[in-house]
């Protein structure tokens, strides 16, 4: 099993849709997270950190499941603009290491 | 422009040779980590810095490949007798202890 998974989409949706993307990951002992957008051919942006409680920045809602493994991003009102691959980030050890690992990403494509 | 900075851009080279890039992390930024990227995938850790101290070496990162960071501030990345397999995006990104990595533009290798 990867360390990090996403579904690699691409996820085609209309403008002003809502789409949720989740990513799994292996180490339970995973203590921080992250989601970064990266457009074609660009470096990856920070979008948002993901803490346990879930926290939201305008359209765009990210969350923890410790349970399951997983951490999501919820985009609502969806924007031509947000058309990109989204990241999920892992840090997957609590001590001994500072390796951060990437899921290869979820492409979004918004459609007019 | 106070955010990470690379140099070059754009670097193309023939099999065999050595090639070095330099990263200029955000000044108040003690982190920096070296990634490589290739087409559909998200980036692969290579190794991490704190300060000076290299901290962190991955497994990916053969004995061609060297990272300095003398003094704390810039970093270099040397890849010694290139091989085809080495073309890729070489990504630097930096952070506080937050994590929270901010990434520069990139140099793309390309081997002939």
């Known amino acids: 099993r990867k360390e990090v998974e996403q579904d690699p989409g691409p996820f085609n949706v209309p403008e002003g849709a809502t789409v949720a993307f989740n990513c799994t990951y292996s180490n339970s002992a995973s203590q921080s997270f992250f989601w970064y957008r990266q457009d074609c051919r660009k470096e990856p942006k920070l979008l948002m950190s993901?803490?346990?409680s879930g926290n939201e920045d305008g359209r765009f809602t990210a969350q923890l499941n410790r349970a399951s493994q997983y951490i999501s991003l919820l985009i609502r009102d969806s924007k031509l603009s947000d058309s990109a691959t989204y990241l999920c980030v892992v840090n997957p050890t609590t001590s001994g290491t500072y390796k951060y690992i990437f899921g290869t990403g979820t492409r979004l494509k918004v459609l007019a | 422009d106070t955010g990470v900075s690379q140099d070059p851009r754009h670097k193309i080279t023939k099999r065999g040779q050595n090639v070095t890039f330099r990263c200029d992390p955000i000044?108040?930024?003690?982190?920096l980590y070296w990634y490589r990227q290739t087409l559909g995938q998200g980036p692969e850790f290579l190794t991490y810095?704190?300060?000076?101290?290299?901290?962190?070496k991955s497994r990916l990162l053969s004995d061609r490949f060297s990272a300095e960071r003398p003094k704390g501030s810039f970093s270099t990345l040397e890849i010694q007798r290139t091989e085809q397999g080495d073309s890729a995006m070489y990504l630097c990104?930096?952070?506080?202890?937050?994590?929270?990595?901010?990434f520069g533009p990139g140099t793309r290798l390309t081997v002939l």
């Open positions: 993901v803490y346990s």
């Open positions: 000044s108040e930024h003690n982190r």
């Open positions: 810095f704190q300060n000076e101290a290299q901290l962190e």
């Open positions: 990104a930096s952070s506080t202890i937050s994590g929270e990595q901010f």
